[in-house]
T-cell receptor
Framework: DVKVTQSSRYLVKRTGEKVFLECVQD?????MFWYRQDPGLGLRLIYF???????EKGDIPEGYSVSREKKERFSLILESASTNQTSMYLC?????????????FGPGTRLTVL | KQEVTQIPAALSVPEGENLVLNCSFT??????LQWFRQDPGKGLTSLLL?????REQTSGRLNASLDKSSGRSTLYIAASQPGDSATYLC??????????FGGGTRVLVKP
């Protein structure tokens, strides 16, 4: 089974702090994604990566950056955390581009910015 | 721009009843459609994936159908159990490997 892990289940940070959210997948998947999930807004794509050192903006990239130095690891960075970035953050991975490939999600990180 | 809608937003049924969850999407140019389950405060668990060339997929008590031309998918859960209580999300994959999610249907199965 594919396993996607996230470094923290719960995280509390202060406004202005730099925050790192880590995601690791163990199945050599090419594609990795970061989403945030908010009540009433659903899941929204922040950034994704289709290869090492490659990244593309999703629908809401403002205030975030990402890093993918190794294939198995995809990091989401909040350069200067703000209260409106309090949310549930979900990481996902996808093996390839075929129609039979499915996305697998990690357990999520609940981030609170005070 | 792809839009995915799930109706109803919430559903409550007695144990043993069959569940029918609906998902509609506006752009039929999709690679596949996935159904997910999410328990409160947790991540998403993939339930079923239907490729764009397929009409349905089955796994145990779960059956999902896809009518790409009309932009609809339905998830059937037979003989519901209290453990089926969760939020169910559908998502379609289009160009660029991006998933577009519906808002989810929150299901409560009463014992």
């Amino acid at each position: 089974d594919v396993k996607v892990t996230q470094s923290s289940r719960y995280l509390v940070k202060r406004t202005g702090e730099k925050v790192f959210l880590e995601c690791v997948q163990d199945m050599d998947h090419e594609n990795m994604f970061w989403y945030r999930q908010d009540p009433g807004l659903g899941l929204r794509l922040i950034y994704f990566s289709y290869d090492v050192k490659m990244k593309e903006k999703g629908d809401i990239p403002e205030g975030y950056s990402v890093s993918r130095e190794k294939k198995e690891r995809f990091s989401l960075i909040l350069e200067s955390a703000s209260t409106n970035q309090t949310s549930m953050y979900l990481c996902a991975s996808l093996e390839g581009t075929g129609s039979y490939n499915e996305q697998f999600f990690g357990p999520g990180t609940r981030l609170t910015v005070l | 721009k792809q839009e995915v809608t799930q109706i109803p937003a919430a559903l409550s049924v007695p144990e043993g009843e069959n569940l029918v969850l609906n998902c509609s999407f506006t752009d039929s140019a999709i690679y596949n459609l996935q159904w997910f389950r999410q328990d409160p405060g947790k991540g998403l668990t993939s339930l079923l994936l239907i490729q764009s060339s397929q009409r349905e997929q089955t796994s145990g008590r779960l059956n999902a159908s896809l009518d790409k031309s009309s932009g609809r998918s339905t998830l059937y859960i037979a003989a519901s159990q209290p453990g089926d209580s969760a939020t169910y999300l559908c998502a379609v994959r289009g160009a660029g490997n991006k998933l577009t999610f519906g808002g989810g249907t929150r299901v409560l199965v009463k014992p």
